[in-house]
């Protein structure tokens, strides 16, 4: 595939059914990202303002935990493209600071859900449990390859079991 054909989102995301906690089984390196992280986490909430909150967590190489708060507000009429920032909260209004993040392919009941940036460079495979089937999980990435994502360099950080919870996070600072 070349880079010719542009990523295709979903054509629509249900936010309220979105919402929650996900584990992260698989992810294109990212350069803020200890790519040694474990129990990687994300979690979803929906703001007053219609903004989704961005909770994303796990423990870095050392073991200590670690926190990435953003916010993410949908582009589109589907709400399945969205833009994120993680920038502290004054300074999220700075246009080319976002991030994309658009949901690729989801399953119907919104246990599996592949996300990615239509660049190509940043790539996610998240669920509501810390391990899913290997036939489900290569139905995924072979949709993240048919879109032309290049998964040499894919990590499968580990779950051990752990949360990072908001006690671990207080001790930290």
Known sequence: M????????IPSLDLNRYLGKWYEICRLPLKWEDE???DVTARYSLEDNGTVHVDNRCF??????????????PVNEGKSQLKVSFLPEGLRWIPFMKGDYWVLKLDPDY??????????DH?????REPRVDGREKEAYLAEARRQGFDLS???TPRHTGRDVTDALLARQS
């Open 2 to 9: 070349t880079d010719a054909s542009p990523v295709a989102a």
């Open 36 to 38: 040694a992280a474990t």
């Open 60 to 73: 870095d190489e050392e073991g200590k935990p670690t926190q990435a708060v953003g916010a993410a507000t």
């Open 111 to 120: 246990r599996l859900a592949l996300v990615g940036t239509p660049d190509r």
């Open 123 to 127: 790539l996610w495979l998240l669920a």
């Open 153 to 155: 360099r894919l990590i």
